[in-house]
């Protein structure tokens, strides 16, 4: 989710309820240069978090609005036109109104670069080896 339109931290929970997502709790990302037009979704620590996580990145991915679409995106300029970008915003015929196209990921180790170093001091990383599915 970047670019300079973003979804507000209170429309965020709306839209997750709305596609059926209700345990997440939304954070804006910083970086030392400000926001970073990203917002992190964070799930329970625990088996059933991860097993939401993991569905709503399929969520997103099914449309091609995962990590790939997002990364698709990264190497154009986002910000000069992103409201006449169809990969960033979709006319809502029914409202009348111009709506934001979220993207959504996973995220991974790799991930943690782009945030400051205080957000990485509270956060624990697990692998997904370390949650046995349930039968």
């Not at 979704?41 to 790939?68: C, I, P, W």
């Not at 000069?80 to 959504?104: A, S």
Request: aromatic fraction near 10%; glycine fraction near 10%.
């Amino acid at each position: 989710m970047s670019a300079s339109l973003d979804v507000s931290l209170l429309q965020l929970p709306i839209f997750l309820s709305g596609i059926g997502f209700h345990g997440g709790k939304a954070k804006a990302l910083y970086s030392r240069d400000g926001h970073l037009g990203v917002t992190l979704v964070k799930f329970a620590s625990d088996q059933s978090g991860l097993t939401e996580a993991m569905r709503l990145a399929e969520y997103f991915e099914k449309d091609n609005h995962g990590r790939n679409g997002w990364a698709r995106l990264q190497p154009l300029t986002l910000g000069k036109d992103d409201e006449n970008n169809p990969d960033l915003c979709k006319f809502d015929h029914r409202t009348g109104e111009k709506k934001r196209v979220i993207y959504g990921y996973l995220g991974t180790v790799s991930d943690l670069e782009k945030v400051d170093f205080d957000f990485r001091k509270k956060i624990t990383i697990a692998s997904r080896l370390d949650y046995k599915p349930s039968k």
